[in-house]
């Protein structure tokens, strides 16, 4: 199927993918009279006592503001907000569709941080999440933590920790399957910006020790003039044994890839290059840095992609879905490392080890099982951290 001209087809059919509906029947006086004027100032009058009471009388409970500037639109990078409208309404369908979470497109005419989070502030009374979505690194990761700060409900930027954990879940069992520790293992990502940077992180707090991350220039090691501040505060944390050198030297004798980069970065011989058993995630999207087939054939044990058409597709609707309904359930304030450490282990655990090959490391997305198991997780992890208000 040629899958642009159908979507263009269909998109115009649609004319949009999601819809405001209500459950309140509008038939006759009486229900008008309930629904909206004089009734409904009985709820008004309670919110006022207390605005806690919006999560029970209003939908917000149950709605996250898909917020965007367009700068980093899938693959198309810098587009701007109306056309990354088309994206994030397919985000909130997809929330709807996989975890009962209503969501809706926040598209912010601006590249101004401040405006952006002020924007935010400013109608965050009206939502019970924030999902930051395609918003370019570094301004992404500013705006997530300038959120964070001001804001009572939680702030999840889905490009950095939705793929995070899917990705962490894959390699938990990806290491189960060839039989190497976390602690023990040598990784190298390839990518700083948000996701690599978020899946690294996410990675130490599981133990990973020896990682190397690397960008167009090189490996992150402090001292390089070249880094961003994030870059720096990144190469602190990480390259214990402080190396140098561009990608193709730094991967080496490595038991893990991870990219998050740019396509066909990665060839054959450097992954012929690498530890036995390697491990090689090429994520970038919708082209990888190796196609799965090519890293099998030049030694890889297992693999990994973003794309659907490929054995273990690492994608965060996996992931976000299910962590948003986790966090609402319990009018959580806040998404925190140990939310994602439980709902990376919980989709992990969805595949026994007696099933684990090396086609199959993690669930689909159709698996209708992945976002109740994440949710209860993530639910779960925010009551024994003391995030949960419910």
Wanted: proline content about 6%; some cysteine; aromatic content about 4%.
């Amino acid at each position: 199927m040629d899958y642009m001209q159908k979507a263009l087809e269909m998109h115009e059919k649609w004319r949009g993918k999601i819809r405001v509906e209500t459950p309140c029947p509008l038939e006759n006086r009486d229900d008008l009279s309930v629904a909206y004027t004089p009734g409904v100032a009985a709820p008004c009058l309670e919110i006022q006592k207390d605005p806690e009471l919006s999560f029970a009388y209003t939908r917000r409970g149950n709605l996250v503001a898909v917020v965007t500037d367009g700068t980093a639109v899938l693959g198309l990078g810098d587009i701007g907000p109306e056309a990354g409208m088309p994206v994030m309404e397919g985000k909130c369908a997809l929330f709807q569709a996989f975890a009962g979470v209503d969501a809706f497109p926040i598209c912010v005419r601006s590249k101004d941080v401040d405006e952006i989070v002020r924007t935010v502030e400013l109608i965050a009374g009206s939502f019970g999440g924030i999902n930051l979505e395609d918003i370019a690194a570094p301004r992404c990761f500013e705006i997530e933590q300038k959120l964070k700060e001001r804001l009572d409900i939680p702030v999840f930027h889905d490009d950095q920790h939705g793929t995070a954990v899917v990705t962490v879940a894959a390699m938990i069992n990806a290491l189960k399957l060839v039989g190497k520790e976390i602690g023990e293992v040598s990784a190298v990502v390839n990518g700083a910006g948000a996701a690599g940077s978020a899946c690294t992180r996410l990675l130490m707090a599981l133990g990973l020790r020896n990682v190397v991350v690397c960008d167009r220039q090189g490996a992150l090691c402090p001292g390089e003039s070249w880094m961003t501040p994030a870059q720096a505060e990144l190469a602190e944390a990480t390259n214990p044994q402080r190396k140098t050198g561009p990608l193709r030297e730094v991967i080496r004798g490595a038991d893990v890839f991870m990219g998050f980069s740019a396509p066909g970065c990665v060839t054959e011989e450097m992954v012929a290059s690498m530890a036995k058993d390697a491990i090689v995630f090429a994520c970038a999207n919708p082209t990888p840095e190796i196609f799965p087939e090519e890293a099998l054939e030049a030694g890889a044990r297992v693999v990994g992609s973003g794309r659907s058409d490929r054995m273990n597709q690492i994608n965060n609707v996996l992931a976000f879905p299910g962590i948003f309904r986790g966090a609402l359930d319990v009018r959580a304030r806040e998404i925190n490392d140990q939310m994602k450490v439980a709902a990376a282990r919980a989709l992990a655990g969805l595949i026994p080890e007696s099933e684990l090959r090396e086609d199959n490391i993690i669930p689909s997305a159709f698996d209708k099982r992945v976002a109740p198991a994440i949710a209860a997780a993530v639910a779960q992890a925010a009551r024994s951290t003391g995030v949960a208000r419910v």
